[in-house]
């Protein structure tokens, strides 16, 4: 079955040239366009897609809000992920806090727009770690939290987790299996109440349980 994306931009050539890449992709079909945040509850409804590309900045209703609404509102919601000219917009940042799973720069190749998507919906690693550490440097908290309420082990894959290592990788530096490492990322989220590892990451920089470097 095709991965089902709504593309959600105020500016009708980037609707269009996101189009065209998804659309190029055998498994990968555009199933609907719109032009505000305010237009996807509704669309979301009657299409049912699995990932929103969503423009951050627009006029009536940003990609924050519509994020935010979406998340709370829609039973089993799509993943989203926003789109962006800059990645160090603290537009972006607060996307992600309101539970967006990735975000992809409008600059970016098609290869890499395609493997954002295919990134999120794996779910086993964060779309542009790097990125996302330097935005959470700059609201780095000054007391760190100890999340005792995680095992040690839970905690080392938190850690790891936030450095941007995939599930096969955090296998490879704990000495576990893979099925295992899976185990211990389920457990984080669900302890921290996480949507997805993204959520997980964001969460444990706030805390300052993870000091960003960069």
């Known amino acids: 079955m095709s991965v089902r994306v709504l593309l959600v931009d105020d500016e009708r050539l980037i609707r269009a040239g996101l189009r065209a890449i998804v659309d190029s992709e055998p498994d990968l079909t555009v199933v609907g366009e719109a032009s505000d945040g305010a237009e996807v509850p ?3 409804g009657q299409l049912r897609p699995d990932v929103v590309l969503m423009d951050v900045r ?6 924050i809000r519509a994020t935010e609404h979406l ?3 829609v039973e ?3 993943k989203v992920i926003v789109v962006t000219t800059f990645e160090n917009d603290d537009y972006v940042y607060d996307a992600l806090l309101a539970g967006a799973s990735g975000f992809l720069l409008k ?5 890499e727009i395609v493997a954002g998507i295919r990134t999120v919906l794996a779910g086993d690693s964060l779309l542009f770690p790097a990125a996302i550490r330097g ?6 908290p000054g007391a760190a939290a100890s999340l005792d309420f995680l095992t040690e082990r839970e905690r080392d894959v938190l850690r790891l987790m936030a450095a941007g290592l995939s599930n096969g990788e955090i296998a490879a530096e ?3 299996g893979l099925q295992t490492v899976k185990t211990h990322v389920g457990n984080v989220l669900s302890k921290l109440g996480a949507r ?8 444990a920089y706030e805390s300052g349980f993870v000091r960003p470097t960069g």
């Open 76 to 78: 089993d919601p799509p």
């Open 135 to 140: 935005m959470a440097a700059r609201r780095a």
């Open 42 to 44: 509704g669309l979301v």
């Open 174 to 176: 704990l000495f576990l």
């Open 71 to 73: 998340l709370s509102t």
């Open 196 to 203: 997805d590892r993204t959520q997980a990451v964001i969460r």
């Open 107 to 111: 600059r970016a190749r098609p290869e």
């Open 58 to 63: 627009m006029p009536a209703v940003d990609g």
